[in-house]
């Protein structure tokens, strides 16, 4: 299993990015997935998620409205749309995978996300 992330970067208050999420190793269709962030010297705090078939998503009140979450079975690939970046939006970027038992099982690196003027 292997996760990757990318789109990550340095971006103004109110500006926007989209990160990717490209997913290999296992059958990716068959999974639900989900983002979640680590802000610096804070905990893990879970931003999206996403059904296998890309049609139900659930957000974070922190970021409902602004984020929207997506996906490619096609090939392979998990986005997040980040609009309306806000300085707490800073953090660290995953995306991971949710096993059988619900929990999150499988992890990438991490994409770094700066909201700053």
């Known amino acids: 299993v292997q996760l990757v992330e990318s789109g990550g970067g340095l971006v103004q208050p109110g500006g926007s990015l989209r990160l990717s999420c490209a997913a290999s190793?296992?059958?990716?269709?068959?999974?639900?997935m989900n983002w979640v962030r680590q802000a610096p010297g804070k905990g893990l705090e879970w931003v999206s998620f996403?059904?296998?078939?890309?049609?139900?998503?659930y957000y974070a009140d922190s970021v409902k409205g602004r984020f929207s979450m997506s996906r490619d079975n096609t090939k392979d690939m998990l986005f997040l749309q980040m609009n309306s970046l806000k300085p707490e939006d800073t953090a660290l970027y995953y995306c991971?995978?949710?096993?059988?038992?619900?929990?999150?099982?499988?992890w990438g690196k991490g994409t770094l996300v700066t909201v700053s003027s």
């Open positions: 991971a995978r949710q096993g059988a038992d619900y929990g999150l099982d499988s």
């Open positions: 190793g296992f059958t990716f269709s068959n999974y639900y």
């Open positions: 996403i059904n296998r078939g890309g049609d139900n998503t």
